[in-house]
């Protein structure tokens, strides 16, 4: 890090900060005008930023220099050649929008009736009898803004943090996975399998 910066770079990206001084080095980049980009192992958004104070940094610093978090997990693609539409039962309806949250679901407008359709893996020759094929990736993006910072420096809790981000417009993974599931991309068991909650 300290040999980048003498080379006075615009972007600095670090593979993953993973103790104090190599997040510290980063965060000073950013506050001297760097564009930082990194990654950390954490669960969701909000718990980078808990992390990342208990490493130790600075919270006014750190809130001064934050941008965004972006966590994302990888989920399976239902093969497009073989998935199947069915009408699921209103208990699984009503699954979905327990974990997406009764309050947001209700902005989607999506309501249960005889045309509601989901889709589940079948298999085929074109992905092996598997019924997925390839990837796709679920996000949750945490944009710093006053409020957010304001949180950081009174050092609040993941739960906090989340409440308030969602409040502001945040999607979390598993929000972001049941829209798949609702588009026939993905099923609901290979989004909860891959989302921590």
Same mark, same amino acid.
């Given at each position: ?18 103790? /104090? %001084? ?22 969701? =958004?909000? %718990? ?36 199947? =539409?069915?009408?699921? %039962?209103? #208990? ?7 974990? /997406? ?6 902005? *989607?407008?999506?309501? /249960?009736?005889?045309?509601?359709? *989901? ?45 308030? =981000? ?7 993974? *598993? ?6 599931? *609702? ?6 068991? %290979? ?5 921590? #909650?």
């Amino acid at each position: 890090m300290r040999a980048f910066l003498r080379a006075d770079p615009d972007v600095i990206m670090v593979g993953e900060m993973r103790d /104090y %001084e190599t997040a510290k080095m980063g965060i000073e980049a950013s506050t001297t005008g760097h564009l930082v980009l990194s990654t950390l192992h954490t669960n969701n =958004a909000p %718990e980078t930023i808990v992390r990342l104070l208990d490493m130790g940094i600075d919270p006014f610093a750190f809130a001064d220099s934050l941008l965004c978090v972006l966590a994302q997990r990888l989920v399976r693609s239902l093969c497009s050649a073989c998935k199947e =539409a069915y009408h699921p %039962e209103k #208990r699984e309806f009503d699954d979905l929008v327990h974990h /997406y949250g009764e309050k947001s679901f209700s902005g *989607l407008n999506i309501n /249960y009736g005889d045309g509601f359709k *989901l889709y589940r893996a079948k298999g085929c020759p074109y992905c092996n009898g598997m019924g997925y094929r390839g990837m796709m990736g679920l996000f949750e993006l945490l944009v710093a803004t006053d409020t957010s910072k304001q949180m950081i420096i009174s050092r609040k809790s993941i739960a906090v943090i989340r409440k308030s =981000a969602t409040a502001e417009g945040m999607h979390t993974l *598993l929000q972001s996975g049941i829209m798949k599931v *609702l588009k026939g991309e993905t099923d609901f068991i %290979e989004v909860l399998s891959v989302c921590i #909650r």
